[in-house]
Every structure is written in C-alpha cells, then in structure tokens.
C-alpha cells in the first residue's frame, strides 16, 4: 500500500517539475513579431495581420506605432488585447495588435515593420510579404493541434451599441463584454468584428482590465470589457455588424477514470490537476437602423459630419518673387475627422504650389471622436505684382443644428517685390566664380610625342581579353548574389530554416561559456534554448504551435537517422530536468550532454542537406 502511495507522489512530483519548466521555458522577454493569418489570399478577400509581443513587463510597453500596409486597405484596427498569465508569482504577458486588411488587386504586396517602445529600446517586427491572387486560394488546413472545448453558459461574450439608430456620420459607440463563471487566464481575438459601412476608431484598452460582477439570464458574472469602438457610419440603410470571435483559454479541473479505490481517493478536490483548455466564444451580431442626411447639400460639401471649425492663414503677405509663402489650412472639431476633405486653394496662373503635407492629431478623451486635420501648402509667387488669394470654403453638416454649414478663410492679398528670379528681374548674371573658372578650361597643345616603348603584344592582348570577359561576369555574377538574397530575405521561414544551424552553434558555444564559468542553471537553460528554438526554424513551425511530437514524425519523413532523434530527445529532456535538480549530474555529464547536442544538430544539418531542402 505504502509502495503505491509513493509510486502516485513521485509520479506527482515528476509531473509538477515538468509542467513547471515547460511552462517557464515559454516565457521570453522582450520579443515582438508579426504575422498573418493567410500568405496567400484572393483579391477583394478579407485577412487578419497581427503585431504581437511578448514579455515579462507588459505595463514597459509603450507607442505601438502602425506599419506602412502598402496597397492594402485598412478595414478595422488595431484591435488590442492582453493575455497574461502567473507562474509561481512571476507573470508573463502578450499583447497582440490586430488588423482587418483587403487588397484591391493582386501581386506581391509587402506590410512593413510596426515597432514598439520596450524599457527604453525600440522593438522591430519583421516585414510580412502577402501574395494576392486574381482567383481563390485554396483553403488552408488549421494547424491548431489543441481543439476548442464548448463553453455553454459559462463564457459568452454580448456586443452592445449605446444608440440603435443614428444619422449618418453621427458618433455611436460599440463594446464587447466578456461575462464569465469560469477561470480565464488569457484570450486572443480569433477573429475581430468587420464594420461593414461604417469609419471606425477604436479605444485603447487598460494593461490590466477593470473587473465588475453582473447578473444575465439570472445568474451571476464576472465581466471585462475586452474592445469598446466608436463608429461612423459612412452610408445610410440597416447596417450589421458582424460578430467578435474570442479564443479563451481557461482552466478546467481534471479527473481520474479509474475502479480502482485508490484512484478515487486522489479525485478529491485536493489532489485535482487544473489544465488549461480553449473555449472559442462569438458574441451576438448587431443591426444599426442610419438615416441619411439631406440631399440639399450645397457646392462643398465632401462628406464632412459633425461639430468643426476651420481655419486657414499664411505666414506671410509681403514677399519677393521666388520666395516661398506657407498656407496652413486646418480643420478640427468632433466627429469624422479622418474622412474629412480640406478645400483645396483656387491660386494665381503665375503662383506655384507643392503637394501640400497633410498631418492629423486624434484624441479620444470623454468617450467622444475628436482631432484636426492640417494641410500644408508651398506656394512660390515667380512674378512681382499683387495677387490675390480667394477665399476658401469648407462645408460640414453640424447634427445638432441637423443643416448644413459653410465657412469661408479670409481673402489674402499678397504684395510681390521683384526678386533674383530670372522670371521676375529679366536679367542673369554670371557669379564671379564662374569667370575666374573659365581659363581652366583651356590647355596647351603637346607639340611633341615624347619617348616611345614597345609593348608585349601577346602580353597585352591577354590583359586585354581579361578585360573584356571579366566585368561580364562580375556583373552576372553580382546580379544572380543579389536576386538570391532578395528571395531568401523575402521568406522569412526559408532564412530562418538556412541559418538554423549557425544560430544552434553560436548558443552552443555561449553555453560552454557559460560551463566554464560554473553558471551551471544558465547552461542547462541555453542548451535547452538552442535545441528548441533549432527545432522550430529547421522545421518551420512556429513557437506557439511546437510540439515534441510532432517535430519527431517531420525529422524521421526528412531522412533523419533514428539513433540521432533520440540522442536528440534525450539532451532535451536531461537539459529540462537538470535544469530544475542541480546537483544530479557531474561535470563530464555536462560536457558530454554538450557534445551530444552539437554531434546531433551536425548529423541533422547533413540529413537536410543531402534531401535538398532549402
């Protein structure tokens, strides 16, 4: 009896170690990746881009700044959220940005790099390259290997709109809670909310969301609020808004199946295992019933609605031809900032102007859409004169007053002194410099040959045919390096599968730094790093979707020797456990688990190379 109570605490123990370094070797801090839900998609067809970070302080993060999507079109983002989770008082954290993006027309379009503010440093994602078909791309298998588990009424997540009915361009704004009886440790919009007709700015989210207690359906709730938007609806008619789809994870307590007695003792509550399965939970979609504006609208109006003020002035009336004159013109107020229209200036034939440099400032302070919106003009007057700048005009449709609104700018007149343009004074003058420069021009005949010498013909021709074949082949020489470059830094996965085993060496060797130094954990630590993170670039499989296994049965179908994916699992697996016993192994047990690592990554590179694989 006695013998099979420690058998059950030993196995216990065994267990508890395992999951705890598993679970601790997932922590890393500091990193921040993209990536996309298809690399192949139809044009027209809708896909997620997500920026993702993931670290132990996630209240160090600041500025997320948005990248350049190139021809894609932003349809919702970015949608934030927060999964964190506590280990042995230690949190670990992830904060994803999402985006709802289409392409117009196909290609290869390339979404560049997002960065974040870390503890001082500027964190850099890696740029995303997305083909876009004329047709439809095949459907893409799911590589989730944990299922989801049915929620029922335990987790549901309601979308709720503070006005059922609005005018169109008129602010409502749109939250999702989250209303939970279970344990929930983190979560991940599987699939954000399409605003179909409408502008929408979402609100940042709290780092650490506010928890309150609800009763729905005569039961009681803990909420979150997980994402709150403001929308504007940008035509009129019965508009939907699609549901949010949530992946929770959460933790459920696991039971033993068993007749034996002994078994039943340890279902106890007491001796319970907890795991964590994933609930996918979809909230309820929404209709918004929007009336139009009035069709009486006057010559103007490009769509602006809401409460403005507009203003235009320029730094300057009194000027010389050829100098230039800023004209800032500017927009602010409440409503749809960002799809407002700023007028354009009716300028003098002799005025020239730049494209003008549009910025835009958006606050969302008191749950209510407000911002500027500034052009910038450069205007270069080339004739000496007065002219005058017409007013400019800028129509919105104010939903208090529910008429439409014209303001005008001011008239500016502008007085223009002649300059040193050549438009304005008629008359060039040639700079002194130029001149003085004008006698180096000339050089003196060389009336005699000087002394001749004969040169080796053979010699020479050599010289000369060498000439003549080499840059040739410099060129394609150079021409094919680069075109291989631009394909290998172009797939990410296929330059981190090329440079695998270079990077398993270097953590190597920094391990065996570590050895000779005595740091016994930290070399126990980086080994295990070096073989797992080998793994998954060698075989391209992403972080959170690694699985022993599975890494097993992809080895084996490339070539890889059976005696070398177990010396392999067995440095991984006495790395992982040594790592949390000190003291269980001697000093040559350690430089042999090194050698072992290094023979095995080495015998595994060959197995690769021989099958092609690049």
Known sequence: ?????????????????????????????????????????????????????????????????????????VISGPNQSTNMQWVNGKMSASISYTYILYARQSGKITIGSATIEYKGKTLKSEPIQIEVLQGKPKQQQSQSNQPAADAGDNLIIK????KQRVRQGEQLIVIFKLY??????????????????????????????????EMLNGKQYRTIVIKKTALFATQAGNLKI??????????????????????????????QQVQTVNMDVKSNPLTIIVDP????????????????????????????????????????????VKLVTLPKPQLPADMESYEPKISEEISRDGGIIRGKKIAEYLLIPRNAGQRVLEPLQFVYFDLDKREYITLRSPKFEFSIAPGKDFSSSGISLTAKEDVRMLGEDIRFLKLSIGHLQSADETKSSLWFIFGIILPPLAFTGAWFYRKRREKIYGDMPRLLFETAGREASRRLKKARALLEQGNTESYHAEILRALMVYLEHKLRTPKSKFVMEEAIVKLRHNGVNEEVIQSLKMCMERAEFVRYAPGSDTTDARRELLDIAASAINSIEQSFGKRGNA
């Not at 013998?3 to 705890?20: E, N, T």
Request: charged share 20%; with cysteine.
């Open 1 to 73: 009896m006695f013998d099979r109570i420690h058998k059950y605490l030993f196995f216990l123990f065994i267990g508890a170690i395992l999951g705890f370094s598993s679970t601790v070797a997932i922590a890393q801090d500091g990193t921040f990746t993209a990536s996309a839900a298809q690399s192949r998609i139809a044009a027209g067809e809708q896909f997620q881009a997500t920026f993702t970070f993931d670290g132990s302080d996630y209240n160090s993060v600041r500025d997320f700044k948005a990248p350049n999507f190139g021809q894609f079109v």
């Open 180 to 213: 939970t009886r279970v344990s929930v440790t983190g979560y991940d919009l599987a699939k954000a909310p399409t605003f179909d007709g409408f502008w929408s700015e979402d609100f940042e989210m709290p780092k650490q969301p506010i928890q309150t207690t």
């Open 159 to 162: 979308a709720f709109a503070d």
């Open 242 to 271: 699609a549901p949010l789809e949530t992946r929770c994870a959460v933790q459920v307590q696991s039971k033993r199946r068993s007749n034996d007695p002994f078994d039943q003792f340890f279902n106890d509550p007491f001796f």
């Open 293 to 336: 504006i009035p069709a009486n609208a006057p010559s103007g109006f490009s769509g602006a609605i809401g409460r403005f003020a507009f203003n235009a002035s320029v730094d300057t009336r009194n000027v010389k031809a050829g100098d230039p004159i800023t004209l800032r013109v500017s927009v602010l107020g409440s409503g749809n």
